[in-house]
């Protein structure tokens, strides 16, 4: 049911999204759904306003027969002359859920606010946290934003679970595929990256940082700077490294520790084989 002020506040209940075409499961389903707005902003004010918050949602996303992600598309209609409007978008999720057939997308207790803005374009997510996510994650903490001008900037304030901390920068040229990043992992867990690498190798005591500088779209190359602890042992290192075609190839990677000097390569396969080469 619909209840509400239609002129400024509407609150509809157990709403349900779906795609015209295919059936299929709702794309987004949810307790309630509460909008807020000015209808004199939205018709006649230079910026449109307007707040949804949402309990409960869950949003599913599936594939398509071809096997692409099923996801909506944004058509615009035709532009009128003259400076175009600018509005501003408000969302609230509250104990939201992401669901998906792939079992390393789905999110449960997820609580989201974002903004977002035309004209300019700008995305704000001003706090996001869920209490079950990707590879076993807790997420206590996202804030991040992005702007798009003559360059698409993608920043991450700060991602916080119980096995990762980062932020970092993503900056890319209008009209090129090339992204560049500088990132700052102020702390990662072995056992986390074993799930996330799928490798084994990986699952002993510890914990490492690292600044990272990349490079690449589909291939990516860079250098990394890192202290870690490898079962007690106090390690740093620094050295070159490229993805590509789901294999992380660390070299040349070179390093100081109690036990000595190392210097040789790491790489990591898709299927999880980690092989170390001095």
């Known amino acids: 049911g619909v209840s509400g002020n239609p002129l400024t506040t509407v609150t509809v209940r157990r709403p349900r999204v779906r795609f015209r075409e295919g059936g299929g ?7 309630s759904m509460r909008m807020r707005y000015s209808t004199w902003d939205l018709l006649w004010a230079r910026r449109g306003a307007i707040q949804i918050e949402l309990d409960r949602p869950t ?7 071809s096997g692409r992600w099923r996801l909506p598309s944004w058509k615009a209609g035709t532009a009128k002359p003259g400076r175009p409007r600018g509005f501003d978008f408000e969302l609230t999720m509250k104990d939201g859920t992401l669901d998906s057939p792939d079992s390393t997308l789905r999110i449960g207790g997820l609580d989201l606010s974002l903004r977002a ?5 700008r995305l704000e997510v001003r706090s996001m946290a869920w209490e079950r996510g990707p590879w076993g ?21 700060e991602l916080v679970t119980g096995d990762l901390r980062l932020r970092g920068t993503m900056r890319s040229r209008r009209g090129e595929q090339r992204r560049v990043v500088d990132a700052e992992i102020g702390r990662v867990r072995w056992a986390w990256l074993a799930r996330l690498f799928r490798t084994a190798e990986l699952i002993v005591p510890g914990e490492g940082s690292a600044t990272i500088r990349a490079e690449g779209d589909r291939e990516w190359r860079g250098r990394m700077k890192a202290r870690a602890t490898w079962k007690d042992l106090p390690v740093t290192g620094e050295g070159a490294f490229a993805w590509r075609d789901g294999r992380f190839a ?3 990677l070179t390093g100081d520790s109690p036990a000595g000097r190392f210097d040789g390569r ?11 080469r001095a």
Not at 25 to 31: I, K, R, V
């Open 59 to 65: 949003v599913r996303i599936e594939r398509d027969p």
């Open 117 to 121: 803005a035309t004209e300019p374009a």
């Open 137 to 157: 994650s807790v997420l206590r903490s996202l804030r991040a934003d992005v702007s798009s001008g003559d360059s698409l900037v993608v920043r991450l304030h």
């Open 266 to 276: 790491v790489d990591v396969y898709a299927c999880g084989m980690m092989l170390y």
């Open 25 to 31: 499961a709702p794309l987004l389903a949810a307790e």
């Open 250 to 252: 660390l070299a040349p």
